[in-house]
């Protein structure tokens, strides 16, 4: 009797364990794309960081104007040092110079930049895109433009890419991306490209179609379930 309650007892727990076995395997099969996919944005990003250029942090500002040069850093300069004399002795005499120096400064900024708009004017090329046309001539503008860290741009681009993107529960598809941009030429075509098309939020089809042939292959393992149907890789 004791002996036939102990083979009922271990006759239910393995078919307990059989049960719970089902549910590890059922699982580990489900947890396989999740950690391949984990693997394989891993290495899109270092491979990223790898190829992006490195940029000196502490100069984050540039002048875009291309008829700035040294004769107008030194006009600057002498505005900056007619103000500095009226702080340290706020006089009527430094004042009047202070007021003097911008109002020459101005007039000699505003004659160079006039002086290039009237050269770039007479280059222009009949045959050239408008859109191309106007882009040059907002370069002369006069402002400042903040450049942003060129890692930060890449890594957005990047992320773009990734964002959204659901394992998939074919293993076999998965590719680990050995070989994709490792060059910082890639790279800024990609994100040159995905600039070109505005009012775009998404993937743009034609910076797909321009990347190299192997990057497609590579992309196109783990990208063909996430895109839209009008963006699949398959029309390249």
Same mark, same amino acid.
């Given at each position: 009797?004791?002996?036939?309650?102990?083979?009922?007892?271990?006759?239910?727990?393995?078919?307990?364990?059989?049960?719970?076995?089902?549910?590890?395997?059922?699982?580990?099969?489900?947890?396989?794309?999740?950690?391949n996919?984990?693997?394989?944005?891993?290495?899109?990003?270092?491979?990223?960081?790898e190829?992006?250029?490195?940029?000196?942090?502490?100069n984050?500002?540039?002048?875009?104007?291309?008829?700035?040069?040294?004769?107008?850093?030194?006009?600057?300069?002498?505005?900056?040092?007619?103000?500095?004399?009226y702080k340290?002795?706020?006089?009527?005499?430094?004042?009047?110079h202070?007021?003097?120096?911008?109002?020459l400064?101005?007039?000699?900024?505003?004659?160079k930049?006039r002086?290039?708009?009237?050269? *770039?004017?007479?280059?222009?090329?009949?045959?050239?895109?408008?859109?191309?046309?106007?882009?040059?001539?907002?370069?002369?503008?006069?402002?400042?433009?903040?450049?942003?860290?060129?890692?930060?741009?890449?890594?957005?681009c *990047?992320?773009?890419?990734?964002?959204?993107?659901t394992?998939?529960?074919d293993?076999n598809?998965?590719?680990?991306?050995?070989?994709?941009?490792?060059?910082?030429?890639?790279?800024?075509?990609i994100?040159?490209l995905?600039?070109?098309?505005?009012?775009?939020?998404? /993937?743009?089809?034609?910076?797909?179609?321009?990347?190299?042939?192997?990057?497609?292959?590579?992309?196109?393992?783990?990208?063909?379930?996430?895109?839209p149907?009008?963006?699949?890789?398959?029309? /390249?």
């Amino acid at each position: 009797m004791f002996r036939k309650t102990c083979e009922n007892e271990f006759g239910e727990c393995l078919g307990e364990y059989g049960e719970l076995e089902k549910i590890i395997r059922l699982q580990a099969e489900e947890a396989i794309p999740r950690i391949n996919h984990s693997n394989t944005e891993k290495i899109i990003r270092l491979q990223a960081e790898e190829a992006i250029p490195r940029i000196n942090h502490s100069n984050t500002y540039k002048r875009r104007n291309d008829w700035w040069d040294a004769k107008c850093s030194g006009w600057t300069e002498q505005r900056r040092q007619a103000l500095r004399r009226y702080k340290s002795s706020p006089t009527l005499g430094n004042y009047i110079h202070v007021e003097r120096t911008n109002a020459l400064v101005k007039r000699n900024l505003k004659r160079k930049k006039r002086k290039n708009f009237l050269t *770039f004017g007479a280059s222009i090329n009949l045959d050239r895109r408008v859109d191309m046309v106007w882009r040059s001539i907002r370069s002369l503008a006069g402002t400042h433009r903040k450049l942003e860290y060129i890692q930060d741009e890449y890594v957005a681009c *990047f992320q773009e890419m990734l964002d959204g993107l659901t394992p998939l529960s074919d293993t076999n598809r998965l590719v680990f991306p050995e070989e994709i941009g490792r060059t910082s030429a890639v790279i800024s075509k990609i994100d040159g490209l995905r600039k070109s098309a505005p009012g775009l939020d998404d /993937i743009d089809n034609h910076m797909i179609k321009n990347l190299p042939d192997r990057t497609i292959q590579i992309l196109n393992g783990f990208f063909n379930d996430r895109l839209p149907a009008w963006m699949i890789l398959t029309t /390249i």
